[in-house]
């Protein structure tokens, strides 16, 4: 089971863009993810004709990995690690710092 999925509300935790919060669009692989508004750089595009695109110069939000994102807790207002538990016979996530349901509606 993956601790950080599609969707979640993560907080950065190193680099440029340290304490900031972000929405995880994908899972690049099961190292990196993409997250929405972060790790953004300036991409050169060459035009190409035949698909109709113009050159210039973009933003674009490149992956980072995910070892340096950790799932924000809305009941503390921090960053906080993840734990798996099994609860009525289904494996879910869990808050290590006061073991609530992760994503459950208070």
């Given at each position: 089971?993956?601790?950080?999925?599609?969707g979640d509300e993560v907080i950065i935790l190193t680099g440029r863009d340290r304490?900031?919060?972000g929405t995880i669009l994908a899972r690049v692989d099961a190292?990196?993810?993409?997250v929405e508004g972060i790790?953004?750089?300036k991409?050169?595009?060459r035009p190409n004709p035949a698909q109709g695109t113009t050159g210039g110069i973009i933003e674009k939000s490149m992956p980072m990995h995910i070892s340096n994102v950790a799932?924000?807790?809305p009941a503390t207002g921090k960053a906080d690690r993840v734990g798996i538990k099994e609860v009525d016979g289904r494996r879910v996530r869990i808050f290590r710092s006061?073991?609530?349901?992760?994503?459950?509606?208070?």
């Open positions: 089971m993956e601790k950080i999925r599609k304490q900031r919060r190292e990196r993810v993409l790790n953004v750089v991409k050169h595009v799932l924000f807790n006061s073991g609530e349901v992760v994503g459950a509606k208070a």
